[in-house]
């Protein structure tokens, strides 16, 4: 498997503009996450699925975020319109669901970098 | 809801020394407490975790100690490498079976110097 899949890898866009980052989780897993990191706040989990379905968007930061899984093999994350504050690592994670309901671990995708000028 | 401590920030060893690195948490409720390394320009990835029912648990050079009295766990790294080099995150989850999410500390930068 070629482990957890983001598009794209570096994202330079301006103030305003609409940026959509992409995850392929890997296959089997049912657990998908969007973590955002950056260097005063450390990795921040903005929602996650279970088996397509969102469980936690608290994290989400405002309106201007939103997050998708129309399928099993696929996510996005987009911000609309996109402010300098946003500029981060987007990390996309997966994870197995165990026997049992074990927490599994989380299998982290290379980020996609975003900066917004 | 849970909140995760970690400290220090940064660490400087000396090859060949051991580096400790602890975190608290605030939810009693939390049984599950992976660690995660992260180099430079890098994804995390799991290096070692515990449950609440194990005190302690040993993967070669690295260990997890956990006191859930206290609230907090800690991860040692023994006979360390410049290879060992990375910012490292502890994290603690809630109750098994619930969809309860993990929740990071903000990182240790551990530099090894040969």
């Known amino acids: 498997d070629a482990g957890v899949i983001q598009s794209p890898r570096h994202e330079v866009t301006e103030m305003g503009q609409e940026v959509t980052l992409r995850c392929k989780p890997i296959s089997g897993h049912n657990s998908l996450f969007w973590y955002r990191q950056t260097m005063m706040r450390g990795l921040e989990l903005l929602i996650y699925f279970n088996n397509n379905v969102p469980i936690d968007d608290s994290g989400m930061p405002e309106d201007r975020f939103s997050a998708k899984m129309p399928n099993a093999s696929f996510s996005t994350l987009k911000i609309q319109p996109s402010e300098p504050r946003d500029s981060a690592v987007y990390f996309c994670?997966?994870?197995?669901?165990?026997?049992?309901?074990?927490?599994?671990?989380?299998?982290f995708g290379e980020g996609s970098r975003l900066t917004v000028l | 809801g849970e909140n995760v401590e970690q400290h220090p920030s940064t660490l400087s060893v000396q090859e060949g020394d051991s580096a400790v690195i602890k975190c608290t948490y605030s939810d009693s409720a939390s049984n599950y407490f992976p660690w995660y390394k992260q180099e430079l320009g890098k994804r995390p990835q799991l290096i070692i975790d515990i449950r609440s029912n194990v005190g302690e648990k040993k993967d070669q050079r690295i260990a997890v100690t956990l006191n859930k009295t206290a609230k907090h766990f800690s991860l040692h790294i023994t006979e360390t490498q410049p290879e060992d080099s990375a910012v490292y995150f502890c994290a603690a989850k809630g109750k098994e079976g619930s969809q309860g999410n993990l929740i990071f500390g903000k990182g240790t930068k551990l530099s090894v110097k040969p």
């Open positions: 994670a997966s994870s197995p669901r165990s026997a049992g309901g074990r927490t599994g671990e989380l299998f």
